[in-house]
């Protein structure tokens, strides 16, 4: 009869392994978006961020595969800690108030990610496109929204519709907000509660 503590051990090692993998790893996409921010796109070089994180290139390239799977990481971690913010939002009884809240956090992520954001969303990477299957992902990450506008609809508080809809339209008015406050037209976020409750009353359930 085999021993199960074997067995125990062994998880315990490759959930230390796993551990240590997603740690260097994170550390690797920070060294990354922080050379990004200060020094630009022109050092996002594999030799580089291997100099600043203190490991071989290999390393880097067994993570990532290239440059250009290192953009892509990038790109996905940034919507994964916006996931991870909007998921932090205490939900509410009323699901208007919960989206309300989902908005102002959307707008506190962008600007608390300045790094990630730019990559996200302004191309910070010239000639980085990430893949179908990126945008598919990080559009997921957003789905929190999707589930709280399916609740409000239920609720009565808005039209009938395609969640996704209301979900995008709300995306766009945010992003166009957000992009002008970080340009430096907009001194705060006024404008940007105007955009996104405006957007929201236009879908409220009664409009003809």
């Known amino acids: 009869m085999t021993s199960s503590a074997p067995l125990g051990l062994q998880g315990a090692y490759l959930q230390g392994e796993r551990a240590g993998h997603d740690e260097l790893r994170s550390r690797l996409l920070d060294v990354a ?26 390393v880097i390239y067994t993570m990532f595969g290239n440059r250009e799977g290192l953009a892509e990481a990038l790109y996905l971690e940034g919507f994964e ?35 990630y954001y730019s990559l996200m969303f302004e191309r910070a990477i010239p000639g980085f496109e990430p893949s179908e299957r990126a945008r598919t992902l990080a559009r997921a990450a957003l789905n929190i929204f999707d589930r709280v506008i399916s609740d409000c609809i239920s609720a009565g508080h808005l039209q009938p519709t395609q969640p996704r809809k209301v979900a995008d339209a709300l995306w766009a008015a945010a992003q166009g907000a957000i992009s002008l406050e970080r340009a430096g037209h907009l001194r705060d976020g006024a404008t940007y509660e105007v955009v996104t409750r405006a957007t929201t009353a236009y879908f409220a359930a009664g409009k003809d």
């Open 33 to 58: 978006v922080n050379l990004l921010v200060t020094d630009g796109p022109e050092s996002l070089t594999i030799r580089r961020i291997a100099t600043e994180a203190a490991c071989t290139t290999t």
């Open 81 to 115: 800690r916006f996931r991870h913010l909007l998921d932090r939002v205490p939900p509410r009884r009323d699901p208007l108030e919960h989206l309300q809240g989902l908005i102002a956090a959307y707008r506190q992520a962008c600007l608390s990610e300045p790094g």
